[in-house]
């Protein structure tokens, strides 16, 4: 069965168009037979080559370099010529125009690898909105100039993730929209206007080319506008959203909107209860401690003041504040008033989800959340729906699971395909899961930018999506297989190994491929898995032993050589460029404040972001290990980040738990926030300039990823006779 792939990539192209054999071939070719842009593009790459050929050669000039080197650091974006080298054309313009889109094409595939000293910052352009402080559905007037690289435009785009009061934290199900066409107005601004929705109390926005090419989204900060009263002060609502918003990108800021929050509504305990949320995740339990007083007796003042109020964020955030401290009585009162609201207020959400899941068994809990979901929807946080998916498996009701599932896929279509694999497991709705997990993969292959981050460009949102495909794949083969359609399942697991790194899967599929006496294609796929430096000489001895006669020596070593440069091709083109910023401050292990950039400076890094918080960084602690000790030997180093001080107490249980990587304390959120990290465990790899070179990357691909940054060929293990 044939899916709608997403469209090769450049490179992909080039070498079909070029002849060469790659892993990706077949798929390239089925690919083009129903693509007619890509068919073109291929057509019009072998036209560009065949000129190429006939151009000659000519060196680069020295001084050449060394101009772009200087005009790259006087602040110039785009290096254009500034004389003329003297020189008569042999040939006609369209010729050299054609060597010049060949050029691009190479040199495009050099700057996605580029050179420190010759590549140019991104920078960001400025945007101011007026009003300043709207009101519910105001119209916005928006000024904006940009950086260099879409100052050149005819139009940009605008676009905005607006949130209503009834909107969850991060982003999740949060969707973007176009909020305006900015046109050129003059000395380099262009200007466009847009009505806020009427529901909306809340936006963030970012500017992008209009084929999304190039994102300036503020440095990652986006733009934000807060919806007000009349008077100028932000609603409580907008300041709610706005946090809940910087929960997936920033998570100190997010504290400071707290208490920027409590400023305005001091007399509202719901904001202080969020507050108390913030700084408990940002400041740890000691700070919080020692607040405990002066909270404890703003709570008991509330207490008096609000008692008799019906108002269900009074009464949410009263029973949300209350069970921070040890007056049980104050809980016990406010915790029967939840119980009694019949309201559909978002406050009281929280309270009656936990009166839900931590007060049933499985089959309770499934009653009652059919009948929180529709009192709330579509309000509730992914968790829930999450949550009862599980519920549904532990009661074994698959009319359940099966309703969960779907309601799922609307509320989360493009990271579903988990939840529509379980279907699988069960007769009675193994057809309904099949069938989501094919939509899915269409919707995935196919793209929507309605769930395209304001942050990213459209090629960054199809290597994400891409990934999700792969996982949904996965998911449709195993199924297949297990439903005895092995041979339907094998060439599905065969799609999801064309691209992207895991010898996990390629051992899993060649399996599939032997069963089925294909022994060339499992070969080739085993010989990725040995390739990888995380498999040692014995573990690719193994593999190599599972193909029999077929494996000889000399056919063996050169398809570990191949498998080498193909895990190259296909990292590279995985890899992203971000540039830390100059200082991040964090402390050693030895209790010294030092500036993690610098460390970062010299060598490749594995920088893990952990916390003992988490139950699945915990977990990951001997893969951790592991991994490091894996990249050592490719000289990288590891960096472990966590946001807890240094104490007695974490360093005995880092002893306990055989954790030896060297632990930088992050408590003033600098690396968490250059990172943009958001949660534990994550896992980035920077190269030797200290430029992040893969980002919340898989730990199994950790090692294939140091390896392609070290510099030369990547190193083939020698092959044992």
Request: hydrophobic fraction near 40%; charge should be negative.
């Amino acid at each position: 069965m044939k899916f709608p792939l997403l469209h090769p990539s450049l490179g992909s192209l080039k070498r079909f168009a070029d002849g060469e054999e790659s892993a990706d071939r077949r798929q390239v070719a089925d690919h083009i037979a129903t693509c007619s842009k890509c068919r073109d593009q291929v057509a019009s790459l072998r036209s560009l080559s065949q000129t190429a050929r006939g151009l000659g050669e000519r060196d680069v000039p020295g001084a050449l370099i060394d101009s772009v080197r200087a005009r790259l650091a006087s602040g110039e974006q785009v290096i254009l010529p500034v004389t003329d080298s003297g020189m008569k054309p042999a040939r006609p313009r369209w010729a050299y125009a054609a060597a010049a889109a060949v050029m691009l094409i190479a040199v495009g595939a050099w700057l996605f690898w580029p050179n420190p000293d010759l590549s140019a910052a991104a920078t960001t352009g400025t945007m101011s909105l007026t009003p300043e402080h709207p009101t519910p559905g105001a119209w916005i007037s928006v000024q904006y100039e940009p950086p260099q690289a879409l100052a050149g435009s005819k139009t940009l785009i605008l676009r905005a993730r607006f949130r209503t009061d009834r909107d969850q934290g991060y982003d999740r199900i949060t969707r973007q929209v176009v909020a305006a066409t900015l046109k050129p107005a003059g000395q380099g601004r262009f200007e466009g206007r847009f009505k806020l929705p009427d529901q909306a109390v809340y936006a963030a926005f970012a500017v992008e080319a209009p084929d999304a090419h190039y994102v300036d989204s503020n440095d990652h900060r986006l733009w934000d506008i807060l919806v007000s009263t009349t008077d100028g002060r932000p609603l409580l609502s907008a300041f709610v959203e706005q946090m809940r918003d910087l929960q997936g990108r920033n998570w100190p800021e997010a504290l400071e909107v707290a208490r920027r929050m409590v400023q305005t509504f001091p007399q509202s305990p719901y904001a202080w209860d969020l507050l108390h949320f913030y700084e408990m995740v940002q400041l740890g339990h000691a700070h919080n401690d020692s607040t405990a007083t002066a909270d404890l007796a703003r709570l008991r003042a509330f207490h008096v003041r609000y008692a008799h109020s019906v108002d269900p964020e009074i009464i949410a955030g009263m029973l949300g504040y209350a069970v921070q401290f040890d007056d049980t009585t104050i809980t016990r009162y406010w915790r029967s008033k939840v119980l009694l609201d019949t309201s559909s207020s978002f406050p009281m959400l929280e309270d009656h989800v936990g009166q839900v899941l931590f007060t049933r068994d499985a089959t309770g809990v499934l009653a009652a959340g059919d009948s929180i979901w529709r009192r709330y929807h579509p309000i509730l946080p992914g968790m829930f729906e999450q949550n009862m998916v599980f519920q549904a498996m532990v009661a074994k009701d698959t009319a359940a699971l099966l309703l969960w599932v779907t309601r799922i896929d609307s509320m989360e279509p493009m990271t579903s395909t988990w939840a529509e694999a379980l279907l699988t497991k069960f007769p009675s709705v193994r057809d309904s899961g099949l069938a989501m997990l094919r939509r899915s993969i269409r919707r995935l292959s196919e793209g929507d930018d309605a769930y395209r981050s304001l942050e990213l460009t459209k090629e960054e949102q199809r290597h994400a999506s891409a990934i999700e495909v792969n996982r949904g794949l996965v998911f449709l083969g195993n199924a297949l297989i297990a439903g005895g359609d092995t041979l339907a399942g094998a060439d599905t697991l065969r799609l999801a190994t064309t691209d992207g790194w895991d010898p996990a899967l390629f051992r899993q599929v060649a399996k599939q491929f032997l069963a089925l006496h294909d022994t060339a294609r499992a070969a080739g796929l085993l010989a990725l898995a040995a390739a990888d430096p995380a498999t040692n000489a014995a573990g690719a001895d193994s593999l190599r032993s599972q193909l029999g006669p077929y494996a000889t020596k000399d056919r063996w070593e050169n398809m570990l050589e191949s498998a080498g440069a193909e895990m190259r091709r296909r990292l590279v083109e995985d890899a992203v460029s971000k540039r830390l910023r100059p200082s991040i401050r964090v402390m050693a292990p030895d209790g010294e404040a030092v500036n993690l950039t610098s460390l970062l400076h010299g060598n490749t890094s594995f920088v893990v972001f952990w916390s003992r918080n988490c139950p699945y960084a915990v977990q990951a602690i001997p893969q951790i290990e592991q991994v490091r000790g894996v990249v050592k030997d490719l000289g990288a180093h590891t960096i472990v980040v966590t946001d807890e001080a240094d104490s007695p107490e974490l360093r005995r249980y880092l002893q306990d738990h055989a954790f030896t990587a060297d632990v930088y304390h992050d408590t003033g959120h600098e690396a968490g926030t250059a990172f943009q990290q958001d949660g534990t465990p994550y896992y980035f790899v920077v190269d030797a300039d200290g430029v992040v070179r893969f980002a919340y990357t898989q730990l199994q691909r950790v090692p294939a990823e140091v390896a392609v940054l070290q510099p030369g060929p990547v190193k083939v293990r020698t092959v044992t006779p």
